[in-house]
C-alpha cells in the first residue's frame, strides 16, 4: 500500500503550561481556590490546538503530514511560527494582520484533569477558502478540528462547516472530525450543536470526540446527570459502559457518521463503526471495519506529568493506524498506548513513541487499568 497524505486542518493555539508541584493527591478544588498564592515551577510553552497536537503526532509516527490553519502576526505568532518550523513538516499557515494568536494558559495539575484559559484569536476567522486545495488533492485524509472554538463553523447553524465537510468528501477524501469543550455562557456554548452534527456527519467518516463534549452537545440531560453523579470528580470515574458509553455512540453513529471513537480520559476509548454499505465509503483499501465495538482500557502510563494533547495525540494515532490498513482492534490499541505516552512529558510530542516500539511494550505485558464499569 502506498503511503497515504493527510492534511490537518483548524485550530492552532500557544499553549503555556505552568508546571504545577502539587502532591498528585489533592482535588483540584483544593489546589485552586479564591485567595490562595500557589507556588509553581517554571511555564512550558509549547505549540496547542488540534493542528499542533494532531498534525505533529502524526507526523512524528511517520505520516505525510500538511498543516493548515491561520494565526496572527504578534509575538505569539512568531513564535509558534519558529516552534513549527523546527518540525519540518508541510504547512501552509496564513499570517492574519488583523487578527491576533491564540493562546491558552493550560491549569494542569498533578493527579487532575486540565482546565483552560483560552482565547481563539484568528482561529474565529478560519474558514473553508482558507484551506490549500492543491495540497488537498493530493491528500486522501483530511482531519478537522476543533469547530467549538472557531467561529465560523458553528455560527448560522453550523452552514460552513456543512460545507467544509461536503466539500472534503466531494473531494474524494476521507475526513474526520474533532470537538473541544464547549463553554456554556460562550457563544458557541449557545448553539444547537445537536442540530448542527446532524447535518455534518452524514460526511465525516470517524467522529472522534471526548465522551463529555458529545454528551453536552447530543444528550444534555445524560450530562446533567453525570455532573450531580461525579460531584466535581473526574467524569470518567462514574461511567458505566451498558448504559453511559454505549448509548451515547449509537446515538452519534444514528446521525451518520462512519464510525464513532469516543475518548473517554483516563478510562479508555470506545469505537462502534456503522455496516458495511457506509464503511465502504470510508476508505476502500479498510477490511474488517463493519459492525465493529470496542472497549480498550488505557493503559498505565510510566508516570502522569500533564494530559494536555493526550486525546489529540490519540486521534493521531489511530488514523495513522486506519491509514496504514491496521485492524480496528489495533488502531484502538495504538491510539490508547500514544495516549499513556503522551502524559509522561509536559508537551505533547516528546514522549510518543513509534509503532514498533508500543508493539514490542504491548506484547512485553504493559499495564492496563480498569476504570470503566460494565
Known amino acids: 500500500m502506498r503511503k497515504k497524505k493527510i492534511m490537518v486542518a483548524g485550530h492552532i493555539s500557544l499553549d503555556i503550561t505552568p508546571e504545577f508541584q502539587n502532591s498528585g493527591t489533592q482535588k483540584f ?3 485552586l481556590r ?3 498564592l500557589i507556588n509553581v515551577g517554571p511555564a512550558q510553552m509549547a505549540l496547542g490546538g488540534a493542528v499542533s497536537n494532531t498534525g505533529l503526532a502524526l507526523d512524528r509516527l511517520g505520516a505525510d503530514v500538511v498543516l493548515t490553519a491561520k494565526i496572527g502576526t504578534d509575538l505569539f505568532g512568531d513564535i509558534m511560527m519558529k516552534k513549527l518550523e523546527e518540525y519540518g513538516c508541510t504547512m501552509h499557515l496564513i499570517r492574519d494582520e488583523a487578527g491576533v494568536t ?3 494558559i493550560v491549569l494542569a495539575p ?3 484533569d486540565r482546565a483552560f484559559l483560552h482565547d481563539p484569536g484568528s482561529n474565529h476567522t478560519f474558514c473553508t477558502e482558507d484551506l490549500h486545495w492543491e495540497e488537498m488533492k493530493q491528500a486522501d485524509y483530511f482531519h478537522f478540528g476543533y469547530p467549538t472554538l472557531m467561529r465560523r463553523f458553528y455560527e448560522n447553524g453550523g452552514a460552513e462547516l456543512l460545507k467544509l465537510y461536503q466539500t472534503v468528501k ?6 474526520s472530525l474533532d470537538l473541544a469543550a464547549v463553554d456554556p455562557d460562550s457563544e458557541a456554548g449557545q448553539c444547537d450543536w445537536e442540530s448542527i452534527l446532524k447535518q455534518v456527519l452524514p460526511y465525516v467518516d470517524f467522529f472522534v470526540p471526548s465522551i463529555e463534549e458529545l454528551a453536552y452537545m447530543i444528550d444534555r440531560n445524560k450530562y446533567q446527570e453525570w455532573q450531580e453523579r461525579a460531584q466535581g470528580e473526574d467524569i470518567v470515574s462514574i461511567l458505566f459502559l451498558s448504559k453511559d458509553v454505549k448509548p451515547l455512540a449509537e446515538k452519534a453513529l444514528s446521525y451518520g457518521c462512519g464510525a464513532v471513537l469516543l475518548k473517554c480520559g483516563a478510562a479508555g476509548m470506545y469505537l462502534k463503526t456503522s455496516g458495511k454499505e457506509r464503511m465502504k465509503t470510508v476508505d476502500a483499501d479498510l477490511e474488517g471495519w463493519d459492525n465493529v465495538e470496542l472497549f480498550e482500557d488505557s493503559f498505565v502510563p510510566e508516570r502522569i506529568l ?3 494533547g493526550a486525546g489529540d495525540t490519540s486521534i493521531a494515532a489511530f488514523l495513522y493506524a486506519a491509514m496504514q490498513g491496521c485492524t480496528p482492534k489495533e488502531s484502538v490499541e495504538y491510539a490508547a498506548a500514544t495516549g499513556a505516552c503522551c502524559v509522561s512529558t509536559y508537551d505533547t510530542i516528546s514522549g510518543l513513541k513509534s509503532f514498533p516500539e508500543l508493539r514490542e511494550k504491548i506484547e512485553a505485558g504493559w499495564k492496563k487499568q480498569k476504570m470503566i464499569k460494565e
Not at 466531494?170 to 475526513?175: K, Y
Open 110 to 112: 498533578k493527579g487532575s
Open 102 to 104: 491564540s493562546y491558552t
Open 306 to 308: 500533564s494530559g494536555t
Open 170 to 175: 466531494g473531494a474524494g477524501l476521507t475526513s
Open 34 to 36: 479564591q485567595g490562595k
Open 29 to 31: 478544588s483544593e489546589i
